[in-house]
């Protein structure tokens, strides 16, 4: 692991020697380039355009997510122009956007990250809840249906594994593995999807469990869908789950946790994770679990859930922090204190299946990107929820990404700087 981390804190030394060319014609460059003020530091981000049509351009600075501010119109500047020069005493977030020349270009910063705490209280009972909830789970004996799937490698086994679960659904992926592993030898890879039902990014794939069960020396290795649906169905299965049953389905029992989504989608993992540990070839110690997104929010709840898991990678995950809506700034994805449902009701429910509550006291290492213009699963939630855990972070930070890489100018940077220390954790993580 001294390769990897070495690896990673070149990345983020490389990271902070770049100033933010967003294009040709605009440029924004913070006096701390890695986006991350301590408590007190001053934050200053300067603008210099060129080769702009027009004479004036717009500038929008949005503090805390709150999607408040408003685009201003300001004169096009001959020289560098100060759009920021402030110091923060708390925690605060800032995301400054320019539209010029038919251009929109951003960045953004964070300050005092230590400090930000959950939006909502962490129920008395949430520990009793969920031992209630793994004590279920694990009273119902463990039935597997497992079909050979139809992509392969050689030297490997690929299966269609199906896993029945308290949920309402099975918990159902494909399942990987080297043929002929010796007891004992070998780490678990759980991989997570993100947000969505019919896209190719939210379905399972025996290519991704082969990927993984073929990294270091072997893995076992699992691809879960979210949602408990059949793997490897004709694009129509997918479209009319999506229009039907799974319409919107991050508001289903949105002011009850015991009908809650969410619940389901945790106990799927969880149950996948007790098969996987009872397999003989488990090394008894390395587990890893990765997702983006949605997945990224299941990779830490899984950390924080099961203590078994050693690690978790989570790009830009969401989960985290439903409670920051209430304080005027946007929750984590799917943010559900936005919703027009009773808010009395969902405090009842949504604190359970916040990671900002279910990281509290996780020893796992975590792996964490953070998009610092994303306003899908804003980074002032996802820090709040790292605080509450007590394992090793490393933080993947870009001031230039929101939830996707929007800004292309800077793929190569992020591909240098966030993509690859990421990959090689994971490939050290499995020798």
Partial sequence: MNKIKHLILTAVFALLAVSFCFAQSIILKQSNESGIYDKGEKAKVTLLVSEVDGDSIQVKIDKNFSNKAEWKWIATPAKELVLLDEKFDEPASIVISVKAGGEVVSTGLVADIKDYTPGTKR?????????RQKKELRA???????????????????SDVEL?????????????????????????VLNLHAAGVKGHWCLARAETALKYAQMGKGALSFDLNAHGMLNGQPQEYYDQLEEGELKNYREIGAENREENYFRGMYLRLLRTLDFLCSQPEWDGKRILVIGESQ????????????HRVSAAVAIVPAMCDFGRTLNGEKGGWPNPFALSKSKEKMLETYP??????????????????IGLVDYTCPPPGIYAALNQAKGEKVMLVTPYRGHQLE????????????????????????K
């Fill in 164 to 188: 029945n679960c308290v949920g309402p659904k099975p918990a159902r992926g494909y399942f990987a593995k080297p043929e002929n592993a010796a007891p004992g030898s070998l780490p678990i």
């Fill in 352 to 369: 359970y299946f916040d990671d900002a509550h279910i990281l509290k006291g996780s020893k796992a290492t975590l792996v964490v990107e």
């Fill in 407 to 430: 800004q292309k100018k800077f793929q190569q940077q992020w591909e240098k700087t966030i993509y690859q220390p990421r990959i090689d954790f994971i490939s050290d993580y499995l």
């Fill in 123 to 131: 129920p008395a009972d949430f520990d009793r809840y969920w031992k």
């Fill in 295 to 306: 997945g990224g929010g299941q990779a830490l709840a899984a950390a924080g859930l099961d």
């Fill in 140 to 158: 119902l004996p463990l039935e597997i249906k497992s079909v050979q799937a139809e992509t392969q490698a050689d030297g490997f086994e690929c």
